[in-house]
Nanobody, 114 residues
């Protein structure tokens, strides 16, 4: 059974930074492209960043230049470095495979507020 365990969410001030981590178990991590997704209150879940097995990255327009996704295949972990945070980044953040997603984890709450 695949499990995604997200961590690192917190309350941050506008302009601040956070690093999210997602530990993946129960599957062969290296064969999957991975994504970070977020869901804000009252909105649908959206993809914010993805990374291929080879390390190619792609970002949603609202986070380009501020967020960075990377992966450590030795640790079965994917990360999301978030800089210059904005109040509109407030959401629950999830990781999952990119494309056909699997069962979702609990996510980690990010709140950006002064």
């Amino acid at each position: 059974q695949v499990q995604f365990v997200e961590s690192g969410g917190a309350v941050a001030q506008p302009g601040g930074s956070l690093r999210l981590s997602c530990a993946v178990s129960g599957t062969i991590f290296v064969i999957y492209a991975m994504g970070w997704y977020r869901q804000a209150p009252g909105k649908q879940r959206e993809l914010v960043a993805r990374i291929t097995t080879g390390g190619t990255t792609n970002y949603a327009d609202p986070v380009k230049g501020r967020f960075a996704i990377y992966r450590d295949n030795n640790r079965n972990t994917v990360y999301l470095q978030m800089n210059n945070l904005k109040p509109e980044d407030t959401a629950v953040y999830y990781c999952n495979t990119y494309g056909t997603t699997m069962a979702w984890g609990q996510g980690t709450q990010v709140t950006v507020s002064s």
